[in-house]
C-alpha cells in the first residue's frame, strides 16, 4: 500500500494543488510575475553604505524592495535599515519603465555650479522664527500652510516647542511654540515677519543657511535636456522634493534668474534648474540614475514566499475607519512591518503613488513581508485577510517542545503507563500552556463532525453487539469463508469493510465493524 501511494499515487493527484488556487488569483488579478525584476548595484555606485530608506527606490522609482541577493544568499523582505553593499543584487516589484526613463541622465543631467548658482545664493537669506499664539498656521500642515506659494518663502528646518529638530515635516501640523528657519530672498523675508502668522526669533541673515540648521545643506545644478520627462510638467508634478528631499531653489531659463520660483512653475526644456538638499540626498540623486535592469522573470515571483516570509491579499474591513487616509498617513510600513506592493481597485491593479492614494471602501491591498506580521493584520479590526493560511507564522522556537511532548505522549501509552486518551488530553494541555498553540487554534483544529458522528454510532455499536447481531454476522461470515482458513476470513471482512467505506464514514464503520471483528 505505501509503495502504490509513493510511486503511483502521487501521479494521480491533480496538478494544481488546492492551496495554490488563491495564489493563482492573485497572480493573475496582481500580474506579479511580470512586474518583479533585478536591479544590480554598481561597484561604484553612491548608493553603496546606503540603507533601503536611503536609497529612496520607493519614493523616487515607486519600487518596492522584496528581496535582496548578496554573496549567494537571499534576504527575503529586508529590513528598511539594510545596508546596501557593491554587487547587491535588488529584486523589486513596481513598473520596470521607471528605471529605464531615469537610467543614464537622460532627463536630468548633473552640472557643475556656475555663476547662477552663486548669484542665487547670495541672494537668498535665512530667518529664525516661530509660531506664535493666534497664528493662522497652527493647526495646519506645511502643505496647507501656503508659505512656498503664497509668501515665497522656503523652510529649511522646524524645531518643537522644546527645540528638538523635527524630521516628519511633511506631516507634522503646526502648534505654538514651533521654531521654523526660513529661506528665501530678503524683501520676503522681511514681508513675512510683518504679518501675524509668525514672529521674529533672531534677526535676518543674509546668504548660506548656517551650517547648524540640522544638517548641512548642499547646492546642485541640473539641466532638462530635450526630450525630458519633466519637460511640461509643474514642479510639483517633478517630484523632486517628494521624491529626492530637493527643493528647487532657483530657475535659469534664457539667462533671466528666479529664485524659489512657484510650484506651479512649469518646466521647460533647457532650463537649468538650482537645487538644495543635503548632501546625501544629492549623491543618492546621481546614484538612482546609474541603475539598469540586469534581470527580469516571472519565475522570480516563485522564490519569494518562505515559511517566514509571505504574500496576502487584504480588504478594508465593513468597520474600517480608514477609508480616505493615505498609507503614508497611516504609516503603515512602520506600524505593521508590512510592504504594500499594490491596490487593487475597480478590478485595476494600481502600482505608483501608493503612498499617497485615499484609501476607499472596496479596495485590496496585495501586502508582503513577515508572516507574524501578516498575523497581526489579521487581528486588526480593520482590515480582512483574504488567505488566513498565509498569515500563519510557523513557530519554529516551539518545534522541540512540542516534539519532546509528542514522544512523552506516545511513550507513555506504548508502555501502558497512562490510556492513550489520558496521555493525548494531557499532551493538548501541555501543547496549549507551553505555547505550542493557543486555545482558539486547537478549537478551530477539532473536526467536530467527526466526533459527534463517533458519538452517535457508538450506542449503535454497544446495541449491535448486545443484541446479538455481531454474533450473526459474524457467524454468517464464518460460515461462507470459515472453511477456507482464517486468512480468507480476515480478507473477506477487509473486502466488507472497504465497500463500506464507499457509503460510510471511515469513523462510523470502525464502530460498526470493531464488534463483528471481534
Known amino acids: 500500500g505505501i509503495a502504490f501511494v509513493v510511486i503511483v499515487g502521487k501521479r494521480l493527484l491533480p496538478k494544481g494543488a488546492a492551496s495554490g488556487t488563491d495564489k493563482n488569483g492573485i497572480e493573475s488579478a496582481y500580474e506579479i510575475g511580470s512586474h518583479i525584476f533585478t536591479i544590480e548595484v554598481p561597484s561604484t555606485s553612491t548608493l553603496v553604505g546606503r540603507s533601503l530608506t536611503e536609497s529612496r527606490l520607493g519614493s523616487a522609482l515607486y519600487l518596492t524592495v522584496v528581496g535582496l541577493q548578496r554573496a549567494g544568499e537571499l534576504i527575503l523582505s529586508p529590513r528598511a535599515q539594510e545596508t ?5 543584487i535588488i529584486i523589486v516589484h513596481g513598473q520596470s519603465d521607471q528605471v529605464s526613463q531615469f537610467h543614464g541622465s537622460r532627463h536630468l543631467q548633473v552640472e557643475q555650479p556656475g555663476p547662477e548658482t552663486a548669484e542665487i545664493t547670495g541672494r537668498l537669506g535665512t530667518a529664525s522664527v516661530r509660531i506664535g499664539k493666534g497664528s493662522p498656521l497652527i493647526g495646519r500642515s506645511l502643505a496647507e500652510s501656503g508659505l512656498r506659494r503664497d509668501h515665497h518663502v522656503h523652510v529649511l528646518a522646524l524645531g518643537s516647542p522644546a527645540g528638538e529638530c523635527l524630521r516628519e515635516v511633511r506631516r507634522h501640523r503646526f502648534e505654538e511654540g514651533d521654531g521654523l528657519v526660513l529661506q528665501g530672498e530678503q524683501k520676503a523675508l522681511e514681508d513675512l515677519t510683518e504679518t501675524n502668522l509668525v514672529e521674529l526669533a533672531e534677526p535676518l541673515t543674509k546668504g548660506p543657511a548656517d551650517a547648524s540648521v540640522c544638517e548641512l545643506l548642499s547646492l546642485c545644478s541640473v539641466r532638462v535636456p530635450e526630450g525630458s520627462v519633466l519637460a511640461g510638467r509643474n514642479l510639483v508634478e517633478s517630484r523632486l522634493g517628494n521624491a529626492f528631499g530637493l527643493t528647487v531653489v532657483g530657475l535659469v531659463r534664457e539667462g533671466s534668474v528666479t529664485c524659489l520660483p512657484a510650484p506651479e512653475e512649469t518646466v521647460q526644456p533647457g ?9 546625501r540626498d544629492i549623491d543618492v540623486f546621481e546614484g538612482l540614475q546609474d541603475l539598469e535592469i540586469s534581470d527580469q522573470s516571472s519565475q522570480l515571483a516563485a522564490e519569494l514566499e518562505s515559511q517566514q516570509i509571505g504574500m496576502a491579499e ?15 498617513d497611516l504609516l503603515f510600513r512602520d506600524h505593521y512591518g508590512l510592504s504594500v506592493l499594490a491596490v487593487l481597485r475597480k478590478g485595476r491593479a494600481c502600482r505608483s503613488g501608493l503612498q499617497d492614494m485615499p484609501l476607499q471602501f472596496g479596495d485590496a491591498l496585495l501586502v508582503y513581508g513577515p508572516r ?3 498575523e497581526a493584520v489579521a487581528r486588526d479590526e480593520d482590515f480582512l485577510v483574504l488567505d488566513q493560511e498565509a498569515a500563519q507564522a510557523p513557530r519554529l522556537h516551539k518545534a522541540p517542545l512540542a516534539a519532546l511532548i509528542m514522544a512523552t505522549v506516545l511513550l507513555s501509552a506504548i508502555l501502558g503507563f497512562v490510556p492513550i486518551s489520558i496521555a493525548a488530553l494531557t499532551g493538548v494541555a501541555a501543547m496549549v500552556v507551553g505555547g505550542c498553540l493557543t486555545m482558539e487554534e486547537a478549537y478551530h483544529s477539532i473536526e467536530w463532525k467527526v466526533i459527534f458522528l463517533i458519538a452517535g454510532m457508538l450506542p449503535l455499536g454497544m446495541a449491535i453487539e448486545n443484541t446479538g447481531a455481531a454474533q450473526m454476522g459474524a457467524a454468517a461470515l464464518i460460515g461462507m469463508v470459515g472453511d477456507l482458513g ?5 480478507a473477506t471482512l477487509f473486502a466488507v469493510t472497504v465497500l463500506g467505506t464507499q457509503v460510510i464514514p471511515t469513523a462510523a464503520l470502525v464502530v460498526l465493524m470493531a464488534p463483528v471483528a471481534l
Open 84 to 88: 546596501l553593499h557593491a554587487g547587491d
Open 271 to 279: 532650463d537649468l534648474l538650482v537645487v538644495q538638499g543635503l548632501a
Open 314 to 328: 487584504v480588504l478594508l474591513s465593513p468597520r474600517t475607519t480608514l477609508a480616505g487616509k493615505t498609507l503614508n
Open 372 to 374: 507574524q506580521s501578516l
Open 486 to 490: 482464517p486468512r480468507w476470513v480476515v
